[in-house]
């Protein structure tokens, strides 16, 4: 070998089996088909976050948006948000699974706990982070409190909201994982599975997919913030508003042009 | 409750040893990464056509999955599965990734009249960084430098799936054995440890900022 002889490690061999055993397992069409099937397994992964990040949401969201725009405990929500953070996934779901078995729901219980804090402090921080003298404009108009968070607060505050749903998705994704350590099925299985009888083509694929995944739930976010976030922050031109009218010109001119 | 610390006594030397190891595998990455985004933080904040580049390879690397990563880092470098170095690289990617951000913008909110005064006093560009630039960065980095210190105390856990060393061995030891000391030991003490290291740096910020202190004396 060139690397014994230069003092390499040697790892190019080890590297051409992975590749080959990659290649083998993505060809094989047993593979792709049935409940073990890569097809379902991404479905099952996608389920899990979805569910997991919805109910996050229905928790964190609207618990948010009271402390933001209320001002009130914020201080204790915020903490309990961050030492929420501190909890180890992976500890607190074989507590879950210790507690009420194998399933579906010890696995929700631990992926909910985990996006639960990025999508309360983005939404407790972007209400708060709008302007007192825009707030109060809009009471002097005469909003009533609901008007002023659903006509101002939200739509000010929506890409930040946003985008704490996206890194809480983001992290369940990934996390998503250990879901096949409990013996339940999404992208971990081939991790776990390929792990055990030493697959590195199986592991190889599995890291591959959650990776994408991950990375297509991430992009797929970018393009809702990027077409959810009002055109009043952003200054894009939309149908609904039609271009302010220059002053010095007559308005038959600028009709023409 | 009795049980639970007779537990505790019996097991108090191998839970010390694992909670070491955890310790040591949460911190050296957040050093790493440290060592490694400064200076990049630092060259993307005099090159700035090297941000945009630099920021979206970073949110792309964070949105690696860890368990993903731990098992393609040893086919990629060559390595052991059972490396504890995989496990510090693939951390030290995240926390460089987190940390790279905070970086950036703290550096780039020092105020333009600091940063000329500074050259007015005849500072080269390097003694500016650090006198002056870096010190004002500390907030901003401080608060990227606890989120990531509080992930990798998380992340570390996992590592136990492929038989890492950590708090995690009694997650998957006490789940195979449906022991609830063993697991409720493991959470307790690495919920304490993401608190006292983020009580460290909390404090390490405090004194490397003592104007901030003497600022909100003064305030009062």
Known sequence: MIGEAVGWPVVASSNYDIANKFRDYVTDPANWHGPDGVPTRIFEHLEYTVLAVAIASAIALPL????GHTGRAAFVAINIGNAARAIPTMGLLVLAVTWRGLGLTPVLIALVALAIPPILTATYAGIQAVEPATVNAARGMGLNERQVLQLVEIPIALPLVLSGIRSATVQVVATATIA???ALGGLGRLLIDGLSVRDYGKMTFGALLVALVAIGADVFFALIIRYC???GLTGRPTNRMSPIPDPAQPVGAASAA | MNDYFSYLHDNAGTIGGLLRAHTYLSVVPVVLGLLIALPLGAIADTKRWLMTP???????LYSLPSLALLLLLPIILGTQILDSVNLIIALTIYTVALLLRGVIDGLGSVPDHVKLAAVGLGYSPLRRLFAVDLPIAVPVVTAGVRVATVANVSLVSVGSIIGLNGLGELFTRGFQTNDYNMIVTGIVLSVLLAFTLDAIIVTA??????WARAAAGAGR
Do not use: K
């Open chain 2, 205 to 210: 910020q405090r004194l490397l900022t003592p």
């Open chain 1, 64 to 67: 948010g948006l009271l402390i």
């Open chain 1, 229 to 231: 976030t009002s055109p």
């Open chain 2, 54 to 60: 630099l920021l979206a390879t970073a949110g792309a």
């Open chain 1, 180 to 182: 096949a350590y409990v």
